[in-house]
């Protein structure tokens, strides 16, 4: 048996908040996220070098950030599936310090705009903050209800 | 330096087949600490009508992203690597991902323009399947910042 995504179209609003979720990042993050994603940069793993090209220390991948922020829609629909469209942009780095805490991504959402009664399509607009800054901006996907 | 602005438009040749793992998908989801179980169990994909595990949404960018190496080092546009960073990332899915899938990518240069001395470079990356059918379309702002003293 098939089953569709946990929320229906019907039941969703414009306004509805999706749960938020914060996403903790450590340096061992960044490396293991370097190995799966195959983005060896050295400013996400050398301090020595980020300092070089300016940045005030290691940053996260932004990719990683985009992985991260999708979630709470991912977790919110159950299937993955759901997500038909989903951009961002990177507009301030996370900075991950060397210590046990690492940095934080703070995630909200909510949804913007009923697109489509037909393909039950909705706009949920994301915002994602680290050390009070935001860090991604535009950041939007289209997801596909039940 | 300005990118030279007949490159817009220009297409590359698609890329040899990328084959979707299942262990690789299941690499990808802990790196990012996501438990969703459509990531590493074919039964919980196949609820939710997937033929197979599927991936992340963002798990294409490695793929897309290798493939818009043909860009960025392509020496006759002359980008400097060195000064770029991620800009803006977007994907439009027709389904999602899923292991077993042989992905090739086909880059084609969507805008070039400079403002304030940084070169912006739009690459568009259009992922088939191996039956050719479309599966996600990627698109990469990527930024080169001016060199020092420019």
Redesign the interface.
């Known amino acids: 048996m098939t089953v569709s995504t946990k929320i229906s179209y019907a039941d969703v609003e414009v306004g509805t908040e999706l749960p938020a979720q914060t996403f903790p990042v450590t340096r061992a993050t960044l490396v293991r996220y370097a190995g799966a994603s195959g983005d060896f940069n050295p400013i996400h793993w050398n301090e020595k070098f980020a300092k070089e090209v300016g940045l005030p220390d290691v940053i996260a991948h932004g990719m990683f950030t985009m992985a991260e922020a999708v979630r709470v829609v991912t977790d919110w629909t159950g299937d993955p599936g759901a997500v038909v469209e989903y951009g961002v942009r990177f507009t301030k780095p996370v900075v991950v310090p060397n210590d046990d805490k690492g940095a934080e991504i703070e995630v909200s959402a909510k949804v913007a705009a009923k697109l489509d009664d037909e393909a039950k399509t909705v706009r949920v607009d994301l915002t994602a903050m680290s050390a009070g800054q935001k860090v991604l901006g535009m950041s939007r996907a289209v997801v596909r209800l039940a | 330096m300005a990118l030279d602005q007949s490159f817009v438009g220009r297409t590359y040749p698609p890329t040899e087949p990328y084959e979707v793992g299942r262990e690789k998908i299941r690499?990808?989801a802990?790196?990012?600490?996501?438990a969703?179980p459509?990531?590493t169990d074919p039964e919980a994909a196949?609820?939710?009508?997937?033929s197979d595990v599927?991936a992340?949404?963002?798990f294409v960018?490695?793929i897309t992203?290798?493939a818009a190496g043909q860009v960025v080092e392509d020496p006759q546009l002359g980008l400097d690597y060195s000064r770029v960073?991620?800009?803006?990332?977007?994907?439009?899915?027709t389904?999602?991902v899923r292991a077993g899938d042989r992905l090739s990518v086909t880059s084609t240069i969507e805008a070039i323009k400079s403002m304030a001395g940084n070169d912006i470079l739009d690459i568009r990356g259009e992922v088939h399947d191996e039956a050719g059918e479309h599966v996600v379309t990627a698109?990469t702002k990527l930024v080169a910042r001016a060199a020092d003293g420019e």
Do not use: L, M, S
Request: glycine content about 8%; overall charge neutral.
């Open positions: 690499e990808f802990e790196a990012v600490g996501d969703n459509v990531y196949k609820a939710y009508g997937h599927i992340p949404p963002t960018f490695a992203f290798k960073v991620h800009g803006d990332q977007k994907f439009a899915y389904r999602p698109w």
